[in-house]
Protein backbone atom coordinates (compact mmCIF):
# COMPACT_ATOMS: atom_id res chain seq x y z
CA UNK A 1 0.00 0.00 0.00
CA UNK A 2 1.13 3.93 -0.22
CA UNK A 3 1.07 6.52 1.62
CA UNK A 4 -2.36 7.77 0.40
CA UNK A 5 -3.86 4.37 0.52
CA UNK A 6 -3.30 3.43 3.89
CA UNK A 7 -4.91 6.81 5.29
CA UNK A 8 -8.19 6.86 2.97
CA UNK A 9 -8.54 3.70 4.05
CA UNK A 10 -8.26 4.45 8.04
CA UNK A 11 -10.49 7.65 7.21
CA UNK A 12 -12.87 5.12 5.97
CA UNK A 13 -12.53 2.71 9.09
CA UNK A 14 -12.64 5.58 11.44
CA UNK A 15 -15.76 7.75 9.64
CA UNK A 16 -18.08 5.24 11.36
CA UNK A 17 -16.78 5.84 14.55
CA UNK A 18 -18.89 7.83 17.46
CA UNK A 19 -17.70 9.57 20.86
CA UNK A 20 -19.55 10.86 23.82
CA UNK A 21 -19.45 13.37 26.36
CA UNK A 22 -16.94 14.16 27.82
CA UNK A 23 -15.68 14.69 23.97
CA UNK A 24 -17.62 17.20 22.12
CA UNK A 25 -15.39 17.95 19.25
CA UNK A 26 -13.32 15.45 17.24
CA UNK A 27 -11.03 16.57 14.39
CA UNK A 28 -9.12 14.15 11.76
CA UNK A 29 -6.10 16.14 10.50
CA UNK A 30 -5.74 13.34 8.04
CA UNK A 31 -8.85 14.63 6.01
CA UNK A 32 -9.09 18.46 6.22
CA UNK A 33 -5.27 18.36 5.93
CA UNK A 34 -4.66 15.54 3.72
CA UNK A 35 -2.82 17.39 1.50
CA UNK A 36 -0.38 18.56 3.66
CA UNK A 37 -0.05 15.35 5.21
CA UNK A 38 1.24 13.54 1.89
CA UNK A 39 2.80 16.59 1.12
CA UNK A 40 4.73 15.45 4.15
CA UNK A 41 4.68 11.24 3.82
CA UNK A 42 5.75 11.85 -0.15
CA UNK A 43 8.46 13.56 0.18
CA UNK A 44 10.03 12.69 3.34
CA UNK A 45 8.58 8.50 3.76
CA UNK A 46 9.22 6.90 0.29
CA UNK A 47 11.05 3.66 0.67
CA UNK A 48 12.28 1.78 3.76
CA UNK A 49 13.11 3.06 7.18
CA UNK A 50 15.50 1.38 10.06
CA UNK A 51 13.13 3.62 12.87
CA UNK A 52 9.43 4.56 13.02
CA UNK A 53 8.94 6.99 15.49
CA UNK A 54 5.33 6.86 16.87
CA UNK A 55 3.59 9.10 18.52
CA UNK A 56 0.58 8.85 19.98
CA UNK A 57 -2.14 11.34 18.38
CA UNK A 58 -2.35 14.79 16.90
CA UNK A 59 -1.61 17.86 19.10
CA UNK A 60 -4.06 21.43 18.91
CA UNK A 61 -1.49 23.69 17.77
CA UNK A 62 1.11 20.79 15.92
CA UNK A 63 -0.57 18.30 13.47
CA UNK A 64 -4.16 19.48 14.16
CA UNK A 65 -3.18 22.19 12.27
CA UNK A 66 -0.22 21.51 9.88
CA UNK A 67 -1.15 17.59 9.28
CA UNK A 68 2.15 16.65 9.88
CA UNK A 69 2.94 14.98 12.71
CA UNK A 70 4.28 16.52 15.56
CA UNK A 71 3.63 19.67 13.16
CA UNK A 72 4.62 23.07 15.43
CA UNK A 73 4.01 25.47 12.13
CA UNK A 74 7.83 27.40 12.14
CA UNK A 75 9.30 23.58 11.95
CA UNK A 76 7.33 22.39 9.23
CA UNK A 77 8.24 25.43 6.83
CA UNK A 78 11.09 26.34 8.00
CA UNK A 79 13.16 23.22 8.27
CA UNK A 80 10.75 20.86 6.77
CA UNK A 81 10.19 22.77 3.83
CA UNK A 82 6.01 22.15 3.91
CA UNK A 83 3.62 24.18 3.27
CA UNK A 84 0.32 23.30 1.65
CA UNK A 85 -3.78 24.01 2.14
CA UNK A 86 -5.59 23.25 4.99
CA UNK A 87 -9.09 22.91 5.24
CA UNK A 88 -11.44 23.00 8.07
CA UNK A 89 -13.07 20.25 10.41
CA UNK A 90 -17.25 20.06 9.86
CA UNK A 91 -17.26 21.53 13.54
CA UNK A 92 -14.64 23.82 15.30
CA UNK A 93 -14.26 24.11 18.68
CA UNK A 94 -14.26 28.04 19.38
CA UNK A 95 -11.27 27.67 21.92
CA UNK A 96 -9.09 25.41 19.32
CA UNK A 97 -9.96 26.96 15.61
CA UNK A 98 -7.60 25.78 12.84
CA UNK A 99 -6.01 28.04 11.20
CA UNK A 100 -3.94 25.80 9.14
CA UNK A 101 -0.10 27.53 8.51
CA UNK A 102 -1.34 30.54 9.38
CA UNK A 103 -1.78 29.41 12.83
CA UNK A 104 0.56 31.51 15.58
CA UNK A 105 0.60 28.93 18.62
CA UNK A 106 3.45 27.19 19.22
CA UNK A 107 3.20 23.16 19.89
CA UNK A 108 5.66 22.57 22.58
CA UNK A 109 6.22 18.81 21.78
CA UNK A 110 6.85 19.52 18.31
CA UNK A 111 9.18 22.47 18.51
CA UNK A 112 11.10 19.75 20.80
CA UNK A 113 11.24 16.74 18.49
CA UNK A 114 11.76 18.44 15.36
CA UNK A 115 14.14 20.99 17.02
CA UNK A 116 16.64 17.73 18.17
CA UNK A 117 16.35 16.34 14.60
CA UNK A 118 17.41 19.41 13.18
CA UNK A 119 20.08 19.91 16.12
CA UNK A 120 21.47 16.35 15.72
CA UNK A 121 20.92 15.67 11.99
CA UNK A 122 21.52 19.55 10.06
CA UNK A 123 18.59 18.67 7.35
CA UNK A 124 15.94 16.65 6.86
CA UNK A 125 17.42 14.41 4.33
CA UNK A 126 19.99 13.39 6.54
CA UNK A 127 17.55 12.48 9.50
CA UNK A 128 14.79 10.84 7.03
CA UNK A 129 17.67 8.23 5.82
CA UNK A 130 16.83 6.36 8.98
CA UNK A 131 13.62 7.63 10.42
CA UNK A 132 10.44 8.65 9.31
CA UNK A 133 8.21 9.95 12.45
CA UNK A 134 4.39 8.97 12.38
CA UNK A 135 1.30 9.50 14.79
CA UNK A 136 -0.80 5.86 15.83
CA UNK A 137 -3.98 7.66 16.23
CA UNK A 138 -4.78 10.11 13.68
CA UNK A 139 -7.84 11.80 16.02
CA UNK A 140 -8.08 14.79 18.14
CA UNK A 141 -10.37 14.91 20.69
CA UNK A 142 -11.94 18.22 22.52
CA UNK A 143 -14.30 18.72 25.69
CA UNK A 144 -16.62 21.50 26.20
CA UNK A 145 -14.32 23.68 27.85
CA UNK A 146 -11.55 23.23 24.84
CA UNK A 147 -9.50 20.35 27.14
CA UNK A 148 -7.99 18.09 25.08
CA UNK A 149 -8.62 14.51 26.18
CA UNK A 150 -6.15 11.65 24.95
CA UNK A 151 -7.08 8.08 23.15
CA UNK A 152 -6.24 6.15 26.25
CA UNK A 153 -8.63 8.28 28.38
CA UNK A 154 -11.44 7.00 26.28
CA UNK A 155 -13.88 4.65 27.41
CA UNK A 156 -13.25 0.83 26.22
CA UNK A 157 -16.72 0.86 24.06
CA UNK A 158 -15.11 3.57 21.99
CA UNK A 159 -11.23 3.03 22.20
CA UNK A 160 -11.57 -0.70 21.04
CA UNK A 161 -12.76 -0.03 17.61
CA UNK A 162 -10.53 2.91 17.37
CA UNK A 163 -7.48 0.90 18.07
CA UNK A 164 -8.40 -1.71 15.79
CA UNK A 165 -8.85 0.82 13.05
CA UNK A 166 -5.44 2.32 14.25
CA UNK A 167 -3.77 -0.99 14.37
CA UNK A 168 -4.57 -2.08 10.70
CA UNK A 169 -3.09 1.00 9.59
CA UNK A 170 0.00 0.63 11.25
CA UNK A 171 0.50 -2.47 9.89
CA UNK A 172 -0.11 -1.43 7.22
CA UNK A 173 2.25 1.59 7.21
CA UNK A 174 5.14 -1.31 8.82
CA UNK A 175 4.60 -3.27 5.95
CA UNK A 176 5.33 -0.59 3.45
CA UNK A 177 8.55 0.94 5.27
CA UNK A 178 9.80 -2.86 6.75
CA UNK A 179 11.10 -0.69 9.87
CA UNK A 180 13.35 -2.75 12.26
CA UNK A 181 12.30 -0.91 15.63
CA UNK A 182 9.61 1.15 15.94
CA UNK A 183 9.62 3.91 18.98
CA UNK A 184 6.72 4.80 20.95
CA UNK A 185 7.11 8.44 21.62
CA UNK A 186 5.55 7.30 25.14
CA UNK A 187 3.82 4.68 26.82
CA UNK A 188 0.63 4.62 24.99
CA UNK A 189 2.22 4.78 21.40
CA UNK A 190 4.92 2.34 22.67
CA UNK A 191 1.58 -0.02 23.95
CA UNK A 192 0.19 0.00 20.73
CA UNK A 193 2.61 -0.51 18.53
CA UNK A 194 3.04 -3.91 20.68
CA UNK A 195 -0.24 -4.78 20.19
CA UNK A 196 -0.44 -3.66 16.30
CA UNK A 197 2.85 -5.33 15.40
CA UNK A 198 2.95 -8.49 17.70
CA UNK A 199 2.47 -10.72 14.77
CA UNK A 200 5.81 -9.18 13.30
CA UNK A 201 9.70 -9.42 14.16
CA UNK A 202 9.92 -5.80 14.42
CA UNK A 203 11.78 -4.75 17.92
CA UNK A 204 9.58 -2.21 19.51
CA UNK A 205 10.65 0.18 22.33
CA UNK A 206 9.96 3.56 24.10
CA UNK A 207 11.40 6.89 24.77
CA UNK A 208 10.35 9.66 26.78
CA UNK A 209 7.14 11.76 25.46
CA UNK A 210 8.60 15.82 24.73
CA UNK A 211 5.11 17.32 26.47
CA UNK A 212 5.59 20.11 28.77
CA UNK A 213 3.14 18.21 30.78
CA UNK A 214 6.05 15.59 31.09
CA UNK A 215 8.25 16.72 33.86
CA UNK A 216 11.05 14.21 32.73
CA UNK A 217 10.64 16.00 29.21
CA UNK A 218 11.69 19.52 30.84
CA UNK A 219 15.23 18.50 31.90
CA UNK A 220 16.75 18.77 29.13
CA UNK A 221 14.72 16.17 26.61
CA UNK A 222 17.15 16.57 23.87
CA UNK A 223 20.45 14.66 25.52
CA UNK A 224 17.52 12.45 27.49
CA UNK A 225 16.68 11.13 23.85
CA UNK A 226 20.37 10.64 22.82
CA UNK A 227 20.85 8.18 25.91
CA UNK A 228 17.47 6.26 25.66
CA UNK A 229 18.33 5.86 21.57
CA UNK A 230 21.37 4.34 22.18
CA UNK A 231 20.00 1.90 25.18
CA UNK A 232 17.48 0.90 22.51
CA UNK A 233 20.40 0.19 20.11
CA UNK A 234 20.05 3.00 17.79
CA UNK A 235 23.04 5.17 19.12
CA UNK A 236 24.78 3.99 15.51
CA UNK A 237 22.47 6.04 13.77
CA UNK A 238 22.91 9.32 15.27
CA UNK A 239 25.75 11.34 14.07
Given amino acids: MTHRQIIEQLNRDLEALRFAPPVTHVYNPLDYAKVAYL ?3 ERYGRGRRPVVLLGMNPGPWGMAQTGVPFGDVPMVTEWL ?22 CRRSEVSGRRLW ?6 FGTPQRFFENFF ?20 KLPVGERRPLEAACDRALAALAEMMKPGHVIGVGAFAAASARRALAH ?12 PA ?3 ANQNWAARIKVELAELGLGALLP
Wanted: glycine letters at 10%; proline letters at 12%.
Fill in 133 to 152: VANYCPLVFMEAGGRNRTPD
Fill in 81 to 102: GLQAPVGRPAVMHPKRPVEGFA
Fill in 214 to 216: NPR
Fill in 39 to 41: QYA
Fill in 115 to 120: GWARDV
Fill in 200 to 211: TSISVGQITHPS
